[in-house]
């Protein structure tokens, strides 16, 4: 008899209950939250670059050529097609158009990316419009290849793509970007230094940064960090989407931690 439901079955339980109970801005007073829930998160608006990023996925996802790269789940070298790791580690549509509403709202001119998630999520963040600046930092040299090949076909700004280990590249992309007003952190295999890279763009922050976070309920360590980003002292609000986490600095809020069905 199984007394413990399976994880898929918990999470949709989880989300049907965030359905139920945080929908529409629920309970949320803060003017800043209610608008960004409202006109953001649960706008559903299909904007033009969209088709154009969707089509370079599916493009990715019927290349054939065969590479060897890292399993990251199982933590050893194994070949695929590269249609067969676009499916596995590309950005879900879903959270690729929120990156775009994101940096489009907010208009964020200087953007940081830790994990290109084989392009597809740096096109969402910098297609808004042209003139932006984003440096964007890989770990994988093969997935670096395959963001390049995005980039080729639809990037609106040109992406400064830098390959090697976070921890050796990120304190020279901040030195060269000075001021960051948007971060996200496709670093749910970086776990173990997760809490350096959050700690080290911290130092290069103002008022209107945002970061956003993929994975924040992926493992109990990802809780755990989230846990310790939500009670740092830099950081004013919050918002548990589930499946990302988005923060924000900006000292004239109150700090709250929320919580919004997406």
Not at 93 to 121: C, D, E, V, W
Not at 162 to 171: A, C, E, V
Request: net charge positive; with cysteine; proline share 4%.
């Amino acid at each position: 008899m199984q007394i413990i439901p399976k994880a898929n079955t918990l999470r949709k339980s989880v989300l049907l209950y965030r359905g139920i109970r945080y929908r529409g801005g629920y309970g949320v007073h803060s003017p800043f939250v209610f608008n960004l829930i409202k006109k953001v998160i649960e706008e559903r608006c299909s904007y033009y670059s969209f088709y154009d990023i969707e089509l370079v996925r599916k493009q990715l996802l019927f290349r054939d050529a065969v590479i060897t790269c890292p399993d990251r789940q199982k933590g050893k070298m194994r070949s695929r097609t590269i249609g067969e790791i676009v499916e596995r580690e590309a950005i879900k549509p879903k959270h690729g158009a929120l990156l775009f509403r994101l940096t489009n709202y907010f208009k964020s001119k200087n953007i940081l990316q830790l994990g290109p998630s084989m392009g597809l999520s740096t096109l969402y963040l910098t297609s808004y419009a042209p003139g932006l600046r984003c440096i964007a930092l890989e770990n994988v040299p093969e997935f670096a290849d395959i963001a390049r090949i995005a980039f080729d076909k639809a990037a609106r700004n040109p992406i400064d793509l830098r390959t090697g280990s976070y921890k050796d590249l990120l304190p020279q992309a901040l030195e060269d970007i000075k001021e960051v007003d948007f971060v996200f952190f496709n670093t749910l295999y970086e776990q173990q230094n997760n809490v350096w890279l959050f700690n080290e763009c911290i130092k290069h922050i103002h008022d209107g940064s945002v970061f956003v976070f993929e994975g924040i309920k992926a493992s109990r360590r990802m809780r755990e960090f989230w846990k310790e980003i939500c009670a740092h002292p830099e950081v004013t609000v919050t918002i548990d989407l589930y499946s990302m986490g988005i923060v924000f600095f900006n000292r004239k809020l109150h700090k709250r931690d929320y919580i919004v069905y997406f």
